[in-house]
Structures are given as C-alpha cells and as structure tokens.
Nanobody
Framework: QVQLVESGGGSVQAGDSLRLSCAASTFFSVYYMGWFRQPPGKEREFVAAISRRSGDTSYADSVKGRFTISRDNARNTVYLQMNSLRPEDTAVYYC????????????????????WGQGTQVTVSS
C-alpha cells in the first residue's frame, strides 16, 4: 500500500509559476510516478512521468518546455515545476504511481498506475 499526498496547488496569474509536490509513504516498491490533470468538464490527461530508478522522464506535448518533473528518492517525493502557466493549465492535478512489476520506465496511460493521490487544484487566470 502506497499513500500519496499532493500539495502546492493554488490560484495564480498567467505567466506565473507553481511547484507541486507529491509525498509518497514509501518509494520501496515504486517503478515510476506520474502527474495527471483533469480540467473542468474534461477527461483526465497525462502531464508527465518519471522513472524512480533511472530518472528518465516523459511529457505531454502541451507542457513540454514549461513543466519539469523531478524526484527526490531520499525524501520519497516527486515534484512538478510548472512555469509560464496558462489558463488552459487550470485543472485538478493528480499524482500517481505504479508498484506492479514493469520493464518500462514510465507510461502516459492512467490505467498503468495503481495508486493515486487525492488531487490538488491549480487555477490560472488570464
């Protein structure tokens, strides 16, 4: 069982930055972690993912060059640094992790993750 707790959301202006954090109860069994978001009235979508071991990363095209995912294995924490925020980044952001064996470094598919956080709201106004 892995518990995930997100923090760092808030309301900002377009062009501002935010850093989200996701603290895991343990990284022992984690293969990779990801950030997803669900805009109002839309489906949940992939944002970024990172391998716990290699640090390899993957990003959605919509956030490449603006968002950076990173991890601190000593603190069991994953971060999402979000720069140059836009109104279309407004969403509930979720942290997720996979603890089931895989030979992949990350995945953009929500169905590949088996633990999820409760979400944190990010609102970007123009």
């Amino acid at each position: 069982q892995v518990q995930l707790v997100e923090s760092g959301g808030g309301s900002v202006q377009a062009g501002d930055s935010l850093r989200l954090s996701c603290a895991a109860s343990t990284f022992f069994s984690v293969y990779y972690m990801g950030w997803f978001r669900q805009p109002p009235g839309k489906e949940r979508e992939f944002v970024a993912a990172i391998s716990r071991r290699s640090g390899d990363t993957s990003y959605a095209d919509s956030v490449k060059g603006r968002f950076t995912i990173s991890r601190d294995n000593a603190r069991n924490t994953v971060y999402l640094q979000m720069n140059s925020l836009r109104p279309e980044d407004t969403a509930v952001y979720y942290c997720a992790t996979r603890t089931v064996y895989t030979d992949r470094s990350y995945s953009p598919r929500s169905s590949d993750y088996n633990y999820w956080g409760q979400g944190t709201q990010v609102t970007v106004s123009s």
